[in-house]
């Protein structure tokens, strides 16, 4: 760096092709659909492709890794409107318990307990969350934080819902099919519904809270009450990867309030890249089938995994999925001075 | 008669921690009018607004509009009802568009409720809205990120984005701070036209000659009270406003005058030839449009050298760049994938090569900068201020050296336990000039140290400056006031668009006649 005397510079330019369909009237040619499309669909059908190719173990990660995608667009949702969170585990446990005990003591069927746990959920968070929306950064933080772990300990130590032993034998989602590429689906339609409401005015709106909640209330915009819409959106989706987890392991326990479930999509945001939603899901798609790759080490396996990740935030601070997009859409070449 | 009043201000009072910012004010605004607000620095303004706007509650007193109590409501509900504000430091959403910053407010019921804004929309409001603003339509300028957009343009934006609500009472705080003389010549007519179509309007300035063009009325302020209130004209003429605000009181507010401090030949003598820097050939590319377009300059030991030039002069990209700060923002810029700066050319510092040197290297050598709006630290008091930017010195020298700062802003010493959060815009800049000179650098850059200020403080400042400089410090100094500066400089600098067009001592520049035009208005 600093190397001033250098008689070529580099300069950084959009592709002409990037230039071009930007703008909606100039895509003419096959190619320009192409160069738009493509990044959004391959992945996509790669994903749904995946599950018949690979084996058993490795599908139940993927549904894994579809879970904590799920919770790490929660979280960048919440974080998009200034909101930064440490407890997605709430909306994890919530939304896990409510499924329990609506199957559990009712009986209900998971058509009905699926949606209602998402949306009561959303609404109960919500409400348990309200009074601290008006704390900004750390003291939000820390209340998410600590908000699951009492609520881990109150079913621990009073022997509510099963206490530690949880509630058990809860009725099965559905075939390992149909349960794979249910939460695939809803992954992806979470990760396009998200993308296009921060596209919308709507969106906007929240960003420019994050940005300078100040000047959003002197623009006559009602600041609470559009926190506690994202909030209860980003609850419901945390809620709903809850609640699928729950039937599709037949089992709701205090672990469900477990501190990784807060960590871990924070973790993978940081490191897909925040803001943008599809960092959030490449982030959860590198982690946990890395963490599960590295099984293999025994007891190292959380020290290997820790050192990849601060490894990985230090040489792309941007986020993997900025670095990605930023060379598909521009090229660097060397200028004579 | 009472039908013609839309906002009426019953006594309000306010003091943070002890320091009373608003004492006992009541006026009246009535329909149509454009009513001045003005007052030396920490008179109380920008308090005032707060409270009027909700951001501030105050602790007694009421405020109505349309007869309607609107005191502890919040800021959003005021702005619902109809009444809009502008920033003294610009607060736009810098990771934006300039023109997605209008639909912000184009989102809001009050909008929706006059016009039923439909998708897809808001886009052409907005930008049809920045056109008014001097956001030509069919240039890039409205899309371009609001981070990128040069001072000027934002405090326009602000306007913009006030006016988005099509309030009935808008309130200006500080609008033209910052900003050029053909810009504040372009914003007034906007301003006059607002009026005229029936917003009534309150505006703080400092900015006089400008604000008593427009202004019907004018309040002066001065330690949280109203002390006069009347036609602009008429107000100026009492002599308690004039010994508030314009002058022969300084040593009592500001800054000791020129004269107190150090006597000539006090300090080392002026002007030896020795070149403390030398700028060769810089130029700086943000991206690929060009910042700074090989600039030659130096500055001799002894000597205060001013860079003048109006806004998006290039003026803060030099001071960042002799600095050396500009390399931590190539670096940052590198890993985060931002703007990419291209910095060529050579900075020699008393002798030595620093053009890769790092910053805080720069600073031990002996070259300090103050940067624009230096922040200090909120929550610490003046004093721990000046001991935290001393951390590298010695006890005693550090006691030394608070005492002469002390000397030359005899106004900080009576503030030295005040927190600086709650000092005034001036006072803070004050204290930051003072931070810089705890590292007691051989070579000061002060980055538009005239901000904000009032004319009597910029007066005070400048008068500072000289006695700094007269204590031996070399300093060099980038403005676009040259009123207040040019008379006690040695050497200047004019640079317009990254490209040097005139430089000389102070009798040539003062001489000049395009100086003479575009920055002493005459």
């Given at each position: 760096?600093?190397?001033?005397?250098?008689?070529?510079?580099?300069?950084?330019?959009?592709r002409?092709?990037?230039?071009?369909?930007?703008?909606?009237?100039?895509?003419?040619?096959?190619?320009?659909?192409?160069?738009?499309?493509?990044?959004?669909?391959?992945?996509?059908?790669?994903?749904?492709?995946?599950?018949?190719?690979?084996?058993?173990y490795?599908?139940?990660?993927?549904?894994?890794?579809?879970?904590?995608?799920?919770?790490?667009?929660?979280?960048?949702?919440?974080?998009?409107?200034?909101?930064?969170?440490?407890?997605?585990?709430?909306?994890?446990?919530?939304?896990?318990?409510?499924?329990?005990?609506?199957n559990?003591?009712?009986?209900?069927?998971?058509?009905?307990?699926?949606?209602?746990?998402t949306?009561c959920?959303?609404?109960?968070?919500?409400?348990?969350?309200?009074?601290?929306?008006?704390?900004?950064?750390?003291?939000?933080?820390?209340?998410?934080?600590?908000?699951?772990?009492?609520f881990?300990?109150?079913?621990?130590?009073?022997?509510?819902?099963?206490?530690?032993?949880?509630?058990?034998?809860?009725?099965?989602?559905?075939?390992?099919?149909?349960?794979?590429?249910?939460?695939?689906?809803?992954?992806?339609?979470?990760?396009?519904?998200?993308r296009?409401?921060?596209?919308?005015?709507?969106?906007l709106?929240l960003?420019?809270?994050?940005?300078?909640?100040?000047?959003v209330?002197?623009?006559?915009?009602?600041?609470?009450?559009?926190?506690?819409?994202?909030?209860?959106?980003?609850?419901?989706?945390?809620?709903f990867?809850?609640a699928?987890m729950?039937h599709?392991?037949?089992?709701?326990?205090?672990?469900?309030?477990a501190?990784?479930?807060?960590?871990?999509?924070?973790?993978?945001?940081?490191?897909?890249?925040?803001?943008?939603?599809?960092?959030?899901?490449i982030?959860?798609?590198?982690?946990?089938?890395?963490?599960?790759?590295?099984?293999?080490?025994?007891?190292?396996?959380?020290?290997?995994?820790?050192?990849i990740?601060?490894?990985?935030?230090?040489?792309?601070?941007?986020?993997?999925?900025?670095?990605?997009?930023r060379?598909?859409?521009?090229?660097e070449?060397?200028?004579?001075? | 008669?009472?039908?013609?009043?839309?906002?009426?201000?019953?006594?309000?009072?306010?003091?943070?921690?002890?320091?009373?910012?608003?004492?006992d004010?009541?006026?009246?605004?009535?329909?149509?009018?454009?009513?001045?607000?003005i007052?030396?620095?920490?008179?109380?303004?920008?308090?005032?607004?707060n409270?009027?706007?909700?951001?501030?509650?105050?602790?007694?007193?009421?405020?109505?509009?349309?007869?309607?109590?609107?005191?502890?409501?919040?800021?959003?509900?005021?702005?619902?009802?109809?009444?809009?504000?502008?920033?003294?430091?610009?607060?736009?959403?810098?990771?934006?568009?300039?023109?997605?910053?209008?639909?912000?407010?184009?989102?809001?019921?009050?909008?929706?409720?006059?016009?039923?804004?439909?998708?897809?929309?808001?886009?052409?409001?907005?930008?049809?809205?920045?056109?008014?603003?001097?956001?030509?339509?069919?240039?890039?300028?409205?899309?371009?990120?609001?981070?990128?957009?040069?001072?000027?343009?934002?405090?326009?934006?602000?306007?913009?984005?006030?006016?988005?609500?099509?309030?009935?009472v808008?309130?200006?705080?500080?609008?033209?701070?910052?900003?050029?003389?053909?810009?504040?010549?372009?914003?007034?007519?906007?301003?006059?036209?607002l009026?005229?179509?029936?917003?009534?309007?309150?505006?703080?300035?400092?900015?006089l000659?400008?604000?008593?063009?427009?202004a019907?009325?004018?309040?002066?302020?001065?330690?949280?009270?109203?002390?006069?209130?009347?036609?602009?004209e008429e107000?100026?003429?009492?002599?308690?406003?004039?010994?508030?605000?314009?002058?022969?009181?300084?040593?009592?507010?500001?800054?000791?005058?020129?004269?107190?401090?150090?006597?000539?030949?006090?300090?080392?003598?002026?002007?030896?030839?020795?070149?403390?820097?030398?700028?060769?050939?810089?130029?700086?590319y943000?991206?690929?449009?060009?910042?700074?377009?090989?600039?030659?300059?130096?500055?001799?030991?002894?000597?205060?050298?001013?860079?003048?030039?109006?806004?998006?002069?290039?003026?803060?990209?030099?001071?960042?760049?002799?600095?050396?700060?500009?390399?931590?923002?190539?670096?940052?810029?590198r890993?985060?994938?931002?703007?990419?700066?291209?910095?060529?050319?050579?900075?020699?510092?008393?002798?030595?090569?620093?053009?890769?040197?790092?910053?805080?290297?720069?600073?031990?050598?002996?070259?300090?900068?103050?940067?624009?709006?230096?922040?200090?630290?909120?929550?610490?008091?003046?004093?721990?201020?000046?001991?935290?930017?001393?951390?590298?010195?010695?006890?005693?020298?550090?006691?030394?050296?608070i005492?002469?700062?002390?000397?030359?802003?005899?106004?900080?010493?009576?503030?030295?336990?005040?927190?600086?959060?709650?000092?005034?815009?001036?006072?803070?800049?004050?204290?930051?000039?003072?931070?810089?000179?705890?590292?007691?650098?051989?070579?000061?850059?002060?980055?538009?140290p005239?901000l904000?200020?009032?004319?009597?403080?910029?007066?005070?400042?400048?008068?500072?400056?000289?006695?700094?400089?007269k204590?031996?410090?070399?300093?060099?100094?980038?403005?676009?006031?040259?009123?207040?500066?040019?008379?006690?400089?040695?050497?200047?600098?004019v640079?317009?668009?990254?490209?040097?067009?005139?430089?000389?001592?102070?009798?040539?520049?003062?001489?000049?006649?395009?100086?003479?035009?575009?920055?002493?208005?005459?």
């Open positions: 760096m600093g190397k001033t005397q250098e008689e070529v510079r580099k300069e950084r330019l959009d002409g092709i990037k230039v071009r369909s930007d703008s909606v009237y100039a895509i003419a040619s096959l190619r320009d659909m192409a160069y738009l499309l493509s990044p959004r669909i391959i992945p996509v059908v790669a994903v749904f492709v995946l599950p018949l190719v690979l084996g058993g490795w599908t139940k990660v993927m549904v894994y890794a579809a879970v904590y995608g799920l919770l790490a667009l929660s979280w960048d949702f919440l974080a998009s409107c200034g909101l930064f969170s440490l407890g997605q585990a709430l909306f994890f446990g919530m939304g896990a318990y409510l499924v329990g005990i609506m559990h003591y009712f009986g209900w069927p998971v058509v009905v307990t699926l949606p209602a746990a949306l959920g959303g609404v109960l968070c919500t409400l348990l969350l309200a009074p601290v929306i008006r704390l900004r950064g750390v003291y939000f933080a820390m209340v998410t934080l600590v908000i699951p772990m009492l881990s300990r109150l079913i621990v130590a009073t022997k509510l819902f099963g206490g530690s032993h949880g509630l058990t034998n809860l009725t099965p989602f559905g075939g390992e099919w149909f349960s794979t590429y249910f939460i695939l689906i809803s992954l992806f339609v979470c990760l396009f519904a998200l296009r409401i921060i596209g919308e005015d709507y969106g709106v960003r420019a809270i994050r940005d300078d909640d100040r000047a209330m002197s623009a006559a915009i009602n600041i609470f009450w559009r926190k506690i819409q994202a909030l209860f959106l980003s609850a419901c989706i945390g809620c990867a809850g699928f729950c599709h392991y037949q089992f709701t326990g205090p672990s469900a309030f501190l990784d479930y807060s960590l871990m999509p924070l973790a993978a945001t940081a490191l897909g890249g925040p803001g943008t939603f599809v960092g959030a899901v982030g959860s798609a590198i982690l946990v089938p890395l963490s599960e790759a590295l099984r293999a080490f025994g007891g190292l396996r959380i020290a290997f995994y820790c050192v990740l601060i490894g990985s935030i230090i040489v792309l601070p941007e986020g993997v999925f900025h670095f990605i997009a060379k598909y859409h521009q090229f070449r060397d200028v004579e001075v | 008669m009472e039908e013609d009043i839309i906002l009426r201000v019953e006594r309000l009072h306010k003091s943070f921690g002890g320091v009373v910012a608003a004492y004010i009541s006026f009246d605004l009535r329909k149509g009018e454009f009513l001045g607000l007052g030396p620095n920490g008179s109380g303004k920008t308090t005032l607004v409270l009027i706007t909700g951001f501030v509650r105050p602790d007694e007193g009421r405020v109505l509009f349309k007869s309607r109590d609107v005191t502890g409501m919040m800021p959003y509900g005021i702005a619902e009802l109809g009444i809009a504000r502008t920033f003294q430091m610009v607060r736009m959403f810098y990771n934006l568009p300039a023109y997605k910053n209008v639909i912000i407010p184009l989102c809001s019921t009050r909008v929706k409720r006059r016009r039923g804004g439909r998708l897809g929309e808001r886009d052409d409001m907005a930008i049809e809205l920045l056109d008014e603003y001097g956001f030509e339509r069919d240039s890039m300028v409205p899309y371009k990120m609001a981070n990128s957009l040069p001072h000027g343009y934002l405090k326009r934006l602000d306007l913009a984005r006030a006016m988005a609500l099509r309030p009935e808008l309130l200006l705080d500080e609008l033209f701070s910052g900003m050029s003389m053909s810009e504040v010549a372009a914003t007034l007519p906007m301003l006059e036209r009026n005229k179509e029936g917003v009534s309007i309150i505006m703080v300035e400092h900015r000659k400008e604000l008593f063009r427009v019907n009325r004018v309040i002066v302020l001065n330690f949280g009270a109203k002390i006069a209130e009347g036609l602009p107000v100026m003429k009492t002599d308690k406003v004039k010994a508030a605000y314009l002058g022969s009181e300084s040593t009592a507010e500001g800054v000791s005058p020129a004269e107190a401090g150090g006597a000539p030949g006090a300090g080392v003598e002026k002007r030896s030839d020795e070149r403390m820097l030398e700028v060769r050939d810089l130029s700086v943000y991206e690929n449009a060009l910042a700074i377009n090989s600039l030659n300059l130096e500055v001799c030991r002894g000597e205060m050298v001013a860079v003048l030039g109006s806004n998006s002069g290039g003026k803060t990209t030099l001071m960042n760049t002799v600095s050396g700060l500009i390399l931590d923002m190539q670096k940052k810029a890993r985060r994938g931002g703007e990419r700066i291209n910095v060529y050319g050579r900075i020699h510092f008393r002798g030595r090569d620093v053009t890769v040197m790092g910053p805080g290297e720069r600073v031990r050598m002996g070259l300090v900068l103050c940067r624009e709006r230096h922040p200090v630290f909120r929550d610490s008091s003046v004093l721990e201020n000046l001991r935290i930017a001393g951390n590298s010195r010695k006890g005693r020298e550090v006691k030394q050296l005492e002469s700062i002390f000397e030359t802003f005899s106004h900080l010493r009576r503030l030295s336990k005040r927190r600086g959060g709650l000092l005034s815009g001036g006072e803070q800049q004050m204290l930051a000039i003072g931070m810089a000179l705890m590292t007691s650098p051989a070579l000061l850059l002060l980055d538009e005239l904000g200020l009032s004319p009597m403080l910029q007066q005070t400042v400048a008068g500072a400056m000289k006695n700094i400089s204590r031996g410090m070399t300093l060099l100094v980038a403005e676009q006031f040259a009123r207040p500066l040019l008379p006690v400089i040695d050497r200047g600098y640079i317009e668009n990254g490209i040097l067009v005139l430089s000389g001592t102070r009798d040539e520049l003062e001489g000049d006649p395009e100086v003479r035009a575009s920055y002493l208005g005459v």
